[in-house]
């Protein structure tokens, strides 16, 4: 089970959880840190991460 914060988040995801090539959906997955030119740091957590197969020859 996907927790979801709205109901954009949900409509959104219906595709991909009705697709039957995705994998795996995982909410929140992982941060991302970053600096900009003047070195204020910023941090994210995407929404979802929406895992197909590896196809060889990408």
């Not at 995801?13 to 204020?40: E, H, M, T, Y």
């Not at 957590?45 to 590896?54: H, K, Q």
């Amino acid at each position: 089970m996907i927790g979801l914060e709205s109901r954009v988040e949900r409509d959104l995801l219906i595709a991909p959880d009705s697709d039957p090539d995705v994998v795996n959906i995982v909410s929140q997955p992982f941060w991302l840190f970053w600096r900009d030119k003047r070195d204020s740091e910023f941090r994210h957590a995407p929404d979802f991460l929406v895992c197909l197969p590896v196809v060889a020859g990408w």
